[in-house]
T-cell receptor, first 109, second 116 residues
Framework: GQNIDQPTEMTATEGAIVQINCTYQ??????LFWYQQHAGEAPTFLSY??LDGLEEKGRFSSFLSRSKGYSYLLLKELQMKDSASYLC??????????WGAGTKLIIKP | ETGVTQTPRHLVMGMTNKKSLKCEQH?????MYWYKQSAKKPLELMFV???????ENNSVPSRFSPECPNSSHLFLHLHTLQPEDSALYLC???????????????FGPGTRLTVL
């Protein structure tokens, strides 16, 4: 079967750095998405990786290793507003999006 | 107008009621999606429409009935629901040119549905 694994919950301190991991086993691979979802709000697109390596976008970076079936989302200089759930999703060989259950990130002052 | 809107934001209904969820996208996209989001579970894709034609129905019970009158509007008609259907129902849209295409989906804020 197809599977996306990410931690259920993480806690970090304001101003620090946090890395949210995502591992996947899917039938084929056509890219990996990260979305942010604040409580009661719409998931919003953060990043898309299809090639190995690190993509940086301001305070957020996303890394992909296709050979390891692994990605991470790195958040720097954490702010209270970064408290949210972070969803990992992989596009499989049929161009279907397979979703993880999300990681709830709690930021403490 | 914000990208994808959904109404109502909250809905409480009994098991014998009939209600409808509405989604509207203002992004000029051609594909629209219904998802079910339950606590601590992955998003479950329910239905996909591309250019008003249904292209996916992921074994969804018939008590959920979608309708897509045009590329900008999507409805989910609900009847005889069960308490386990209580969840957040998310609508999304994307610009999908073909079946073999990676596209970014844009989501609405969802309807929080409670079935009593």
């Amino acid at each position: 079967g197809q599977n996306i694994d990410q931690p259920t919950e993480m806690t970090a301190t304001e101003g620090a750095i946090v890395q949210i991991n995502c591992t996947y086993q899917t039938s084929g691979f056509n890219g990996l998405f990260w979305y942010q979802q604040h409580a009661g709000e719409a998931p919003t697109f953060l990043s898309y990786n299809v090639l190995d390596g690190l993509e940086e976008k301001g305070r957020f970076s996303s890394f992909l290793s296709r050979s390891k079936g692994y990605s991470y989302l790195l958040l720097k200089e954490l702010q209270m507003k970064d408290s949210a759930s972070y969803l990992c999703a992989v596009t499989d060989s049929n161009y279907q999006l397979i979703w993880g259950a999300g990681t709830k990130l709690i930021i403490k002052p | 107008e914000t990208g994808v809107t959904q109404t109502p934001r909250h809905l409480v209904m009994g098991m014998t009621n009939k209600k409808s969820l509405k989604c509207e996208q203002h992004l000029g996209h051609n594909a629209m999606y219904w998802y079910k989001q339950s606590a601590k579970k992955p998003l479950e894709l329910m239905f996909v429409y591309n250019f008003k034609e249904q292209t996916e129905n992921n074994s969804v019970p018939s008590r959920f009935s979608p309708e897509c009158p045009n590329s900008s509007h999507l409805f989910l008609h609900l009847h005889t629901l069960q308490p386990e259907d209580s969840a957040l129902y998310l609508c999304a849209s994307s610009h999908k040119t073909s079946g073999s295409d990676v596209d970014t989906q844009y989501f609405g804020p969802g309807t929080r549905l409670t079935v009593l």
